[in-house]
């Protein structure tokens, strides 16, 4: 009766060799987010709440890319599963084009509307110097993490092909690697810079990331 519902061995091994580095990859994607809030916390508090609402905004960016990419993923692990290369290619063409596009949307928006979006966080009571200053430290940072959404976008088109291709173990490296590429430059970019320097760490680390995918 249990063997209805409960696959053999061979199932398990490949579902955990598939599943257990997208996890670590995924993990790791959001965890570059909190490494440059715990980093930047060491200048200043008011720093500090700049760039974890900055951060809350490029993750609603993040999920969209993450959407559509899953979306077509369907059709590319469908595709990939009888054998059809040219299915698979139009799927990865698909999401390549719908990444780039919300990134072009998500930039001209955060160009646009950056403080009008960074400002709904600091409406209510509290003082308005302090408003003040967390408005034009979100802004200086978003502006440099504006040069970080195409390469996300990029690598997520890659990477998501790839897991639904079977092969997972590339895009957990890179994200590995693109923690550690972070963590090194933020230790040294952030007493350098301030928070422009956890900014630039963290579009270096995703360039690292989306060059290690695509390769």
Same mark, same amino acid.
């Given at each position: 009766m249990l063997s209805r519902y409960v696959g053999d061995r061979a199932f398990y091994r490949r579902v955990f060799q598939v599943a257990i580095p997208i996890i670590i990859q995924v993990g790791i994607t959001n965890f570059v987010s909190l490494l440059d809030n715990i980093m930047v916390g060491q200048v200043g508090t008011l720093? &500090?709440?700049?760039?974890? %609402?900055?951060?809350?905004? !490029?993750?609603?960016?993040?999920? $969209? %890319?993450?959407g559509?990419?899953?979306g077509a993923g369907i059709f590319t692990a469908?595709?990939? =599963?009888?054998?059809?290369? +040219? =299915?698979?290619r139009h799927t990865f063409r698909f999401k390549f084009l719908i990444c780039a596009a919300l990134s072009l949307g998500a930039g001209v928006?955060?160009?646009l509307c950056g403080d009008?979006? %960074?400002?709904? *966080?600091l409406t209510g +009571?509290?003082?308005?110097?302090?408003?003040?200053?967390?408005? !034009?430290?979100g802004r200086e *940072?978003?502006?440099? &993490?504006?040069?970080?959404?195409?390469?996300?976008? !990029? $690598?997520?088109? *890659?990477?998501?092909?790839?897991? +639904?291709?079977? +092969?997972?173990?590339?895009? &957990?490296?890179?994200?590995v690697a693109a923690v550690a590429v972070n963590l090194v430059l933020n230790y040294v970019l952030i007493r350098a810079m301030g928070m422009t320097g956890a900014a630039l760490a963290t579009i270096i680390s995703q360039g690292v990331s989306c060059v290690w995918v695509v390769a």
């Open positions: 720093p &500090m709440s700049g760039v974890s %609402i900055v951060n809350q905004l !490029i993750f609603v960016f993040n999920l $969209c %890319i993450f559509a990419s899953s469908q595709f990939h =599963g009888r054998g059809d290369a +040219e =299915g698979v928006l955060f160009f009008s979006l %960074i400002g709904l *966080y +009571e509290g003082d308005a110097a302090d408003a003040a200053s967390v408005l !034009i430290y *940072y978003l502006t440099v &993490m504006l040069w970080g959404l195409l390469p996300f976008a !990029i $690598c997520n088109a *890659y990477a998501s092909t790839l897991k +639904e291709s079977g +092969e997972t173990f590339v895009p &957990m490296a890179a994200g």
